[in-house]
């Protein structure tokens, strides 16, 4: 694994039909964000998909992340195929900066005679930093300026960019969000290290595959011990943080899967909630900031169901 330098193997839209969210905002209410989420309808949430949730299981609890295949469908998909061959199991954090990212993978990775097999996956893919613009591909704009795209808003459950210009979207690093590691080759990532953001790291947008966000389960993996070596990497193999399993929802018993809902994006209710994070209308607020920038909005997730706390 590579450590020094820029060659570090990183672990590291159509607009929507119906009023934007600045329209929609300015026809609300002042209201917090516990206020519009009390009032969301059940038609203003949506279930995970199984085939696109991944439950990583380790000592300390359950990570629920959603997979982005519309944005990296062939990265998903083998990242899906990588989970089927069990190639996670047994695997470790290796590397946990602070204010930046968590990363897992082999911790012979480096070395072809020791590294673990893919099975039936495969190890590298071409980059998709990027896709197309397209009239299809659902968009809620922000209505604030950013300073790393022209345009910044959410598709679908993720926090994303574009530019109309060049005719492209992609997925902005947020808190949360999931990445393919990779060496200075653009192509020499597949998925099998991945990333999680858990601090600031826009700059790292259409440089790396963006492959999902965790919905559920930051708490066990942004409060991971600090790696003393460069980078955050830990020094000695027995810092490394294990991995029991990585498996798809879909490919467990419906009982031990995580009954969860995400608010959707695309409704006056989200965006009644980004007005409410925008300009704070709780009492302990005084100066409302009138902004807010992609990384700072919440995509609500509740369990329901059993699963759901009284």
């Not at 673990?116 to 968009?139: C, D, M, N, Q, Y």
């Not at 790393?148 to 459950?157: E, I, K, L, V, W």
């Amino acid at each position: 694994m590579k450590r020094h330098g820029n060659t570090l193997k990183i672990v590291a839209f159509g607009v929507l039909a119906g009023a934007s969210l600045a329209s929609h905002a300015g026809a609300s209410k002042a209201k917090t964000m516990a206020e519009v989420l009390a009032t969301s309808k059940p038609s203003d949430w949506h279930a995970l998909d199984p085939a696109n949730t991944l439950y990583l299981e380790l000592a300390s609890g359950r990570v629920v992340i959603e997979l982005a295949p519309t944005f990296a469908p062939h990265h998903v998909a083998n990242i899906q195929a990588l989970a089927r061959e069990k190639y996670f199991d047994g695997l470790a954090f290796l590397r946990s900066q602070d204010n930046y990212v968590v990363q897992w993978g082999d911790p012979n990775g480096e070395d072809a005679a020791k590294q673990r097999s893919v099975g039936k996956a495969v190890r590298t893919l071409k980059a998709e930093f990027t896709i197309p613009l397209t009239a299809k591909l659902p968009f809620t704009v922000l209505p604030d300026r950013d300073g790393y795209a022209p345009q910044t808003g959410f598709s679908g459950d993720f926090p994303a960019a574009r530019d109309p210009k060049s005719n492209t979207a992609w997925l902005t690093h947020c808190y949360g969000s999931v990445g393919v590691g990779r060496d200075n080759d653009v192509d020499s990532g597949g998925g099998t290290e991945l990333y999680v953001v858990i601090g600031g790291a826009r700059w790292l947008d259409r440089n790396i595959t963006v492959a999902g966000r965790v919905v559920q389960g930051m708490d066990l993996l942004s409060t991971l011990p600090r790696g003393s070596g460069a980078l955050g990497f830990y020094e000695k193999p027995e810092q490394n943080v294990p991995i029991k399993s990585i498996r798809i929802a879909a490919d467990i018993p419906a009982a031990q899967r995580e009954n969860l809902e995400v608010l959707r994006t695309d409704t006056p209710t989200f965006a009644a909630l980004v007005e409410s994070r925008r300009n704070r209308h709780d009492d302990w607020y005084k100066v409302p900031a009138g902004y807010i920038d992609v990384c700072s909005v919440p995509i609500p997730v509740r369990a329901v169901g059993a699963a759901a706390k009284p």
